[in-house]
């Protein structure tokens, strides 16, 4: 069973917090100083942050972890009770009305609220509340704070390597409170290198009404019989450090307490300063560093002459009270390292790891994705077309302009063939039952196969088969019978030699006029003329046609090797020509149904046999 946490201790190992704001690095961080610290759970319970999904990766040393996300602070409080932290990073805006949110839920015990320029009336309005409420409030334009080896608001510290050299892994002796958040790391490095180290750090803030002040936390410490010396750094402007004179004189404070206000540097200058925090304004007489440093001095706390010697003054008080026996040697815990993060290793050169894709067709790492090393303005200033694209991203070469040429005559007379066809046909079918463009082109690209569209690949490699082993014609058509096959790329149920297909005479009058050679287109030719003999529509089909003048094509380009050409037809580049030039016909399909508001389809039972 956890014991209760005494009321003088804001945080402890078994502290969680609940994270308004999509802070991803803070939220790390806090998991980093965790798993250091050797807690058995993650201080962050939940993160609140609408519309960033219900959960989010992050690591505890090497190991991944799930940290929940929630859309409001109230589902977040209902989901995880337990959790009596609340870090506000909501801007300024907001983070009033959140704040005040937070400190109404019974759960919530400290709320730390990040954010600068919270409206100073809005900010007495919170400390009310919290007054009220009994409610401990630190910030707003705070870093946090830390106790040590047990809980970390958000950024508090600096770096892991920091905290590390801190020895915030583990608890110290000294109680830390300071105005600055920037200050407070080099003061948590002072006291690990003048003493224990800290046992717990607070940065109240820097605005002219903290939620809670310098003496606030001055009692905690005092109360908290682990802490035995008490440091504090003040600042210029204001009057909270009085208050503190106050305390000492009125013996509230017993325990000693090293204190420096900062900005005793504000005398040099001729008018009133103002320093980076809107409470630190150069003000002369009692608001002057020099005169609340003189107050504290009289009043029993110790001050140095100046901030260079304050750690004297910090190592000298350890040191007696060490010597008293009012503190004991503390053993050092072995302190797990952290991980350096992927990207930052490898920004360093640290990592060397094999790739899972290699990729030699395109680069979008540069200003501009570059295709086949080509920059894509390069395309647009040359005034290249569609096919020269096509020829960089599957070629890998920057083909001559008939063969780009060609490439898109392909893509024009294979773009449709009307909505009788497979493709078209499961494409209308699925844009009718309601599916989305890239679903009924889906349905319809999946009919492509050796029946429809895939006969290209199939007709190009048995004609080039048959043209590169010299068989005639006629012992090409033999063989394909003797081994009960249909030759691919002859036939057509329609056409014939008396009704030829047009988009076939396209093609091939465009190889015999522009390609060095049509040794294939000719071959092919050969076989039409014996297999016209068996039936009128046993032609070169466009399937056969796109076949045989590619391979014309890419044979007579003389860039690629016979190894290279024999590839281009076995991993299928003819199939991916009938693809993407059939993708345009389907999508088109697709919006002529959507145009039409064609209703869903159901075949006709007068067309189907039933037996």
Known sequence: MVEKRKDYVLFDENSQALVYGFQVNAVQRMLDFDFICKRAKPSVAAIIAPGQGVSHKFFYGTKEIMVPIYSDTVRAVSAHPHADVFINFASFRSAYSTSVEALNIKSIRTIVIIAEGVPERRARELIALAGKLGK????PATVGGIAAG?????NTAGTIENIVSSKLYRPGSVGFVSKSGGLSNELYNMLALATDGAREGIAVGGDAFPGSTLLDHILRFQENPEIKMIVALGEVGGE?????VEALKQKKISKPLVMWVTGTCAKVFPTEVQFGHAGAKGEGGRKSADAKNSALKQ???IVPNSFNDFNEK???????LRKEGKVKDLEEPGVPKIPKDYLKAVAEGLVRR????????SDDRGEEVAYNKVPLSKFFKDKKSLGSVIGHLWFKKDLPPFAVEFIEMALMVVADHGPAVSGAHNTIVASRAGKDLVSSLCSGLLTVGPRFGGAIDDAARCFKQACDSG???QAFIDSMKAKGLNIPGIGHRVKSATNPDLRVQILKDYAKKNFPKTKYLDYALEVEKQTLKKKNTLILNVDGCVAVTFLDLVSSLDIFTEEELNELVDIGYLNGLFVLGRSIGLIGHYFDQKRLKAGLYRHPTDDILYL
Do not use: L, M, Q, W
């Not at 401990?136 to 910030?139: A, F, K, P, R, S």
């Not at 047990?150 to 958000?154: E, S, V």
């Open 136 to 139: 401990h409030v630190i910030g």
């Open 150 to 154: 047990a809980f970390r608001i958000g």
């Open 240 to 244: 909270d450090e009085y208050e503190i």
């Open 299 to 301: 009043a029993g706390a």
């Open 314 to 320: 910090i190592r000298e008080t350890f040191e007696k």
């Open 354 to 361: 094999p790739t899972n894709f290699v990729c030699t067709v």
């Open 471 to 473: 068989a005639a014609p």
